[in-house]
């Protein structure tokens, strides 16, 4: 059974750092496309960054410079660092697992449950 | 970047009605196209990829279509558990994959 279980979440103050992580189960992270998306309070989806199964990494404008996505494959675990963070980064950060479908593109079919990220002072 | 306008923002519908939600792209994403539908308190659920295919398990009643810049979320007649907030996700070939801003299916 596929499973994703994020943590890390908590309470950070303005220009902080905090790195999430994203257990997975079920299948291997190395071998797949792997997303994190956060939801602001009330808000909708924002796509945040991908890592791809070669190991190329794309990011949200939001985040490029402050975020850093990546993955340990011996612990089948996804990561997000992010640094200099800001209050507009308050969140619930979601990770997925990106499917590849026939046609060679992707859609999120797997994802965890989220962690809340809260940048306050 | 491309941008995903959903419309409408919300939906008052009654239970047996047809929902019929749209999603338009700022320009041409082909057939490169996810649903999500995400229940309060809960993570998305993919409902369909590639505009018009069905992710496993997804009821029939719910149906999608589209291509280039307008695309279509169906939901032939709404039970209960579908009332919620539905989301498109444009995955052209390059990120960054971006999200339109929801539709919310309330209970009229």
């Known amino acids: 059974e596929v499973q994703l279980v994020e943590s890390g979440g908590g309470l950070v103050q303005p220009g902080g750092s905090l790195r999430l992580s994203c257990a997975a189960s079920?299948?291997?992270?190395?071998?797949?496309?792997m997303s994190w998306v956060r939801q602001a309070p009330g808000k909708g989806l924002e796509w945040v960054s991908v890592?791809?199964?070669?190991?190329?990494?794309y990011y949200a404008d939001s985040v490029k410079g402050r975020f850093t996505i990546s993955r340990d494959n011996s612990r089948n675990t996804l990561y997000l660092q992010m640094n200099s963070l800001r209050t507009e980064d308050t969140a619930v950060y979601y990770c997925a697992r990106d499917r590849l479908y026939g046609s060679g593109t992707q859609a999120s079919d797997y994802w965890g449950q989220g962690t809340l990220l809260t940048v306050s002072s | 970047e491309i941008t995903l306008t959903q419309s409408p923002a919300t939906l008052s519908l009654s239970p047996g009605e047809r929902a019929t939600l749209s999603c338009r792209a700022s320009?041409?994403?082909?057939?490169?196209l996810a649903w999500y539908q995400q229940k309060p308190g809960q993570a998305p659920r993919l409902l369909f990829y590639?505009?018009?295919n069905r992710a496993t398990g997804v009821p029939a009643r719910f149906s999608a279509s589209g291509s280039g810049s307008d695309f279509t979320l169906t939901i032939s007649s709404l039970e209960p558990e579908d009332f919620a907030v539905y989301f498109c996700?444009?995955?052209?070939?390059?990120?960054?994959?971006?999200f339109g801003q929801g539709t919310k299916v309330e209970i009229k």
């Open positions: 079920g299948f291997s992270v190395s071998n797949n496309y």
């Open positions: 320009q041409s994403i082909i057939n490169y």
């Open positions: 590639d505009a018009s």
């Open positions: 890592i791809y199964s070669d190991g190329r990494t």
């Open positions: 996700q444009q995955r052209t070939s390059w990120p960054p994959w971006t």
